[in-house]
């Protein structure tokens, strides 16, 4: 199993729009992802590590798939919608990671 | 529900040995937080959001808990000897973020 997370790092003046994300992203991705989809998850940031400090991330949200294979030929076709999307919850920077799930 | 995401982060001559982690980190850890932490997840990353790029992270590790109080009660008595053990495996310096779970 693969984890495709975006992470939407916080900065000055940088916004989230959980609602939209929730409500009209997460949807279309799942719609067009389809099958190969096999979960998402979604996460708000709340704090850092140290007492008052800030989360480094605003939100990020995760994409399970069964292998990169099926990820890729999943997304390729439907990249371009997906990421033309972005502007309209977040003027964060997306920051991609591609991980295998080890317990 | 909240999530204490652990990030190890990449970079020039770290490193992370998965196998520490999960064989040794991870069990002292889920030995000394109890019940109170919930579930326990760890991905390795493999690769960033271009072709060829590397992962952001070299590792991260996700600590459930019903509530940030419960983190806190659950992490205090333990703090020094689960920090204390981070240098033996891995010299990568630790991003932690405290989120809720969301969907």
């Known amino acids: 199993m693969i984890i495709v997370s975006v992470f939407y ?5 940088s916004h989230f729009d959980m609602d939209y994300y929730l409500r009209s ?5 799942q ?10 998850t979604v996460e708000q ?3 850092g590590g140290g007492s008052g400090e800030p989360p480094p ?3 990020a949200g995760h994409l399970h798939f069964d292998s990169l294979e099926a990820f890729q030929k999943a997304f390729a076709p439907h990249a ?3 990421l033309a999307d972005v502007p309209n919850y977040t ?3 997306p920051v991609i990671q591609i991980s295998e ?3």
């Open 9 to 13: 790092p916080n900065g000055p003046g």
């Open 80 to 82: 371009g919608p997906i």
């Open 45 to 47: 940031g709340l704090a």
């Open 101 to 103: 799930v080890k317990l």
């Open 57 to 59: 991330f605003l939100a």
């Open 31 to 40: 719609q067009r992802l389809g099958a190969a989809l096999r979960r998402v």
């Open 25 to 29: 992203h997460m949807p279309m991705v």
């Open 91 to 93: 003027s964060a920077q």
